[in-house]
């Protein structure tokens, strides 16, 4: 059998990713190219469609060995029309039809869909997802995105939102403006940002740290703090152990509900290893139900900075990994 291949773009604010992956998941091409989202949608997108002819010239892979292309994006995307309704960050991209501009310019079938879900499918397919059923994949970054892999299915709900664990509730009265409006959501008490209020907080309040001493001319970052945590500094391990917590009883209201069998955590504050994944792991096991609790593990994501490009190949062939 001829080895097939699919594209696979990641389209971020400042690079687009752009990937031959073939059906095990192996890059065997990729290359980014600036976003420039101030020359409008137009522009990005005809960037991408010149890196994908030049990948595929270069590679001397026949189009008819390409199954399909796969985009992530960092905002609202309709998965079924390949439909962009929203990047946040990316000005101008609004209502942008991706996937029909793709289809007529590559005659490939195109689908389009937001950046948690496709790394969500990257790990479930090739990377610590592997060989499980039921996972919840989330992201721990500036922001907390989760996707929802369940049955082997990817949940999207019924206006393509599922996932939202950044805005679980988990204060119900008072607590932080969260920029989605709400107060009280977990990203205001367990995101890179919070990290760094904590870290604040700690100075404030008279305590010494070695955060302190390690950003001397340049402004504390979680990543910092992680370093200090991981040097044995009390005060930055607790930090984390209080980010932790709150991611755990996060995940034990998603334990309790899904029962999922692996929990992958990625993003950029994961990277602080065993000192955040330690405290998670505890509380999943303290609060949640027994049955639930023993049948999940936690583990770190393992496709890093290529679960985009990865996943978003996935996305064209639903029948590699049922995505809908
Ligand atoms: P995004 O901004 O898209 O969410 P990332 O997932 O890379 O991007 O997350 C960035 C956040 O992760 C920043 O707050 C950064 O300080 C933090 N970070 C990066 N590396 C580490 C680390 N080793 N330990 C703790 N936090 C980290």
Request: glycine share 14%; aromatic share 4%; with cysteine.
């Amino acid at each position: 059998m001829t080895t097939k291949y699919n594209i696979g773009v990641d389209l971020g604010g400042t690079n687009v990713k752009i990937a031959i992956v073939d059906y095990d998941g192996h890059i065997v091409y990729s290359n980014s190219v600036p976003t420039r989202a101030e020359m409008g949608y137009e522009y990005t997108i005809s960037n991408i469609i010149t890196e994908i002819q030049t990948s595929l010239k270069e590679t001397q892979i026949p189009k008819s060995d390409i199954g399909g292309i796969g985009f992530g994006l960092p905002g609202q995307v309709d998965y079924e029309k390949g439909l962009v309704h929203i990047l946040p960050n990316i000005p101008g991209w609004i209502n942008v039809p991706l996937g029909q501009i793709m289809e007529e310019r590559f005659g490939l079938p195109t689908k389009a869909d937001n950046d948690v879900n496709v790394a969500t499918l990257g790990e479930f397919a090739h990377g610590a997802g592997k060989g499980a059923k039921d996972i919840v994949c989330i992201t721990v970054g500036t922001g907390i995105g989760a996707g929802i892999i369940a049955n082997g299915q990817m949940v999207r709900g019924a206006s393509m939102a599922a996932g939202e664990l950044g805005h679980m509730i988990l204060k119900d009265q008072g607590g932080d403006i969260c920029g989605c409006g709400q107060t009280g959501c977990l990203e205001t008490l367990a995101s890179g940002p919070s990290i760094v209020k904590l870290a604040h907080d700690y100075i404030m309040g008279g305590k010494s740290c070695k955060f302190k001493e390690l950003a001397i001319n340049t402004p504390i970052t979680s990543q910092i703090v992680g370093e200090a945590a991981n040097m044995g500094d009390a005060v930055s391990k607790r930090i984390f152990e209080i980010i932790g917590y709150w991611i755990g009883i996060a995940l034990a209201n998603t334990v309790n509900l899904l029962n999922p069998e692996k929990i992958v955590i990625g993003g950029g504050v994961a990277q602080a290893g065993d000192i955040l994944f330690n405290p998670i792991r505890e509380t999943i096991q303290k609060r949640s139900l027994k049955v639930a609790a023993d049948a999940v593990e936690v583990v770190p994501a393992q496709l890093g900075e290529s679960a985009g490009v990865v996943g978003a190949s996935i996305l064209a062939n639903s029948n590699l990994v049922g995505s809908k």
